[in-house]
């Protein structure tokens, strides 16, 4: 075997030595435990410690729902991320037709810690309709989003949990909104929010809205809290270069020894 297909052979031998370890692909699920809604109807409390996400569109008031991604997200640089999938579980969806969008935040929010039970505190210590803190207005009542960037939730099969036939998980697929340099640094800096109300028109009658279980709930554990999937191939390490590069010495040493 000439020299140089020794070469080639024993460059190719270490990448995939070397890739099959440094390259494989990784799943792994992070809960969201940071989260609350906003509700329009009560504009000045907060719900930071309540069950449920409220999402909710009617003739006379608005839910959302905010939440920040979890911090081992930010550990993984963009280019390693295959995908990013929220999900919320809702144990009744009574959405119809209607959509729920994930907007990235522009302005960073407090949770509270009002349950939403019994008589609210006198003054919110966490985000409200009117405020994302208790305290300071939101630049427009019921939070700062980029309306120019969104996810339309995907809702999925009926009944997963047998203990809720009408229960289901909304997925919303945010890849495109980390690899986009002005989404990803609105949503580590600032969080996302899940609307029903905005782009779509208010229902003639009743009321479209779900009651996502929250990450207070004490009635669902995982995997019916909030979370975050997220798929990764990790870049190649510095342990290929260098295996790679043992290589190339390795033929080069060979080489040297046919020369003499």
Avoid: H
């Avoid at 069950?51 to 569109?57: A, H, L, N, Q, R």
């Avoid at 979890?70 to 990013?84: H, M, Q």
């Avoid at 028109?201 to 995997?223: L, V």
């Avoid at 295996?243 to 040493?253: D, T, Y």
């Amino acid at each position: 075997m000439s020299n140089a297909k020794y070469c080639m052979i024993a460059a190719i031998v270490a990448v995939q030595a070397a890739g099959s370890a440094g390259w494989a692909q990784t799943t792994i699920t992070y809960q969201i435990t940071t989260d609350t809604y906003l509700d329009s109807s009560v504009p000045t409390e907060n719900f930071g410690l309540s069950g449920s996400d409220k999402v909710v569109i009617n003739s006379t008031s608005a839910c959302r729902t905010l939440f920040d991604l979890p911090t081992n997200l930010w550990s993984y640089t963009p280019s390693a991320i295959e995908s990013a999938v929220v999900s919320f579980y809702v144990w009744s969806d009574s959405t119809a037709t209607y959509n729920v969008s994930l907007f990235p935040l522009t302005r960073a929010f407090g949770e509270g810690t009002w349950n939403g039970k019994g008589t609210p505190p006198t003054q919110a210590n966490g985000a409200t309709w009117n405020t994302y803190d208790g305290t300071n207005s939101w630049t427009t009542a019921g939070g700062d989003f980029d309306s120019a960037n969104s996810v339309v939730g995907i809702k999925g099969t009926l009944g997963v949990n047998p203990n809720d036939s009408n229960g289901r998980f909304f997925t919303w697929d945010i890849t495109s909104l980390l690899t986009n340099s002005t989404t990803e640094a609105e949503l580590q800096d600032f969080g996302a929010m899940l609307s029903i109300d905005v782009g779509q028109a208010i229902p003639s009658s009743g009321q479209r809205f779900a009651s996502f279980t929250s990450a207070n709930s004490s009635s669902y554990t995982a995997p019916y809290l909030p979370s975050v999937e997220l798929t990764v191939v990790p870049e190649p390490s510095s342990l290929i270069l260098v295996v790679v590069g043992l290589a190339a010495i390795a033929c080069f040493q060979k080489k040297r020894q046919a020369r003499r």
